[in-house]
């Protein structure tokens, strides 16, 4: 299957120069494509790919669209059945590409599939960013299995089985382009920031698997574009948290079997309550004297409020008329709170979350 591994650069030029030769080298022997589409950056990025690398295929985009809207232009004039988002300070290993593609060809069921991401500045440690997978909590909260809130595992092998998961990193994914397509790619409102899972969402409830393929490895270095300080990130969390709900979690309730009017209901008093958690994370962000981040989740939810499509119970009915006979499985939601979890469990926490996959 003919594979198109596209990383989408701005304003990274150290990373491309350190990770490129790896990555090159890993897929030589391969049936795939190195791309590297530029969201117009003002760093030297193009010059040096010009000059370091000039047999490596360019997209050059005319401005910072961001992870949703670069992607989507980049890929839209891309031929492949196979697509692998990757950031650039990904560093791979000499094995890493074979295991997805292989995954991939022989379940054709599966949407998406990802490998391991260590960190790279810890090497044996699980990366914030998608450690072994990641899953949802009953509010909407992304967690990982490696990584919940901000505790990190070790890896020692506790994640060493193939397994379908609620979603996935965007810092290296392996997507069947037929089905980016067939749902529109990433969703353009989000620029960046949860994306990913948004995406990995729609494809299960298309009846799509989202699967972890350990026997794949990659280094993450993550933050290389916005550190985890930055107010501006918050936002985009918060704000995308809740266009994701907004997307998915009635869809989620039909398949689970509720009635659309009973789906509807149950989505909006999910939203509105974990929109009163975020005040209470607001108020505690003003009190502890960080109005920057106070200000953020104000902005994101009134952002939300403006950008939010809503659906009503007709469109779910309608949705709800082409599920198939067998329904739909939606793996890695957690029923419980993942917060609450953690604080109640501590490091125990990994065992006691994985048992309730």
Same mark, same amino acid.
């Given at each position: ?171 290296? $994914?392996?997507?069947? /382009?037929? *089905?980016?397509?067939? #749902?529109? +790619?990433?969703?353009?409102? @989000?620029? =960046?920031?949860? !994306? ?80 009163? $958690?975020?005040?209470? /994370?607001? *108020?505690?962000?003003? #009190?502890? +004297?960080?109005?920057?981040? @106070?200000? =953020?989740?104000? !902005? ?53 979350l994985e048992k309730r996959q």
């Amino acid at each position: 299957m003919h594979s198109a591994i596209v990383i989408l650069n701005w304003n990274t030029v150290d990373y491309l120069r350190s990770f490129l030769p790896g990555l090159l080298d890993s897929v030589k022997d391969a049936d795939a494509e190195v791309i590297v589409a530029d969201s117009a950056s003002t760093d030297s990025s193009m010059a040096m790919m010009q000059s370091e690398f000039p047999s490596v295929r360019r997209i050059e985009l005319d401005k910072n669209y961001g992870f949703t809207g670069g992607y989507n232009r980049a890929l839209a004039g891309i031929d492949a059945e196979l697509f692998v988002l990757m950031n650039s300070d990904i560093e791979v290993t000499p094995d890493w590409f074979k295991p997805l593609a292989d995954w991939m060809e022989s379940h054709p069921d599966c949407g998406a599939c990802a490998p391991k991401l260590h960190s790279w500045y810890e090497r044996d440690s699980f990366e914030y960013a998608g450690a072994a997978g990641g899953r949802i909590d009953r509010w909407g909260y992304p967690f990982c299995r490696g990584r919940v809130m901000n505790k990190l595992e070790k890896d020692e092998g506790q994640y060493d089985s193939p397994v379908d998961v609620f979603w996935a990193s965007g810092a290296c $994914l392996m997507v069947r /382009s037929s *089905l980016w397509k067939q #749902l529109g +790619g990433l969703d353009d409102r @989000f620029f =960046a920031h949860m !994306e990913e899972i948004d995406l990995c969402w729609r494809m299960q409830l298309e009846g799509c698997r989202i699967s972890i393929v350990p026997e794949s490895l990659v280094y993450h270095i993550g933050g290389g574009t916005l550190p985890k300080s930055s107010p501006w990130k918050l936002k985009l969390n918060y704000r995308n948290n809740l266009l994701m709900l907004d997307n998915n979690l009635a869809k989620s309730f039909v398949a689970d079997g509720l009635s659309p009017r009973k789906a509807l209901r149950k989505a909006r008093r999910i939203i509105f309550l974990r929109m009163i $958690l975020d005040g209470g /994370s607001a *108020l505690m962000y003003l #009190l502890t +004297g960080k109005a920057s981040y @106070f200000k =953020a989740v104000i !902005e994101a939810h009134r952002e939300f409020k403006r950008l939010r499509r809503g659906s009503d119970a007709a469109q779910l009915a309608n949705w709800a008329e082409q599920l198939p006979p067998e329904g739909i499985c939606i793996e890695g939601r957690y029923s419980g709170s993942m917060i609450l979890a953690s604080m109640l469990k501590g490091n125990d926490v990994f065992k006691y979350l994985e048992k309730r996959q």
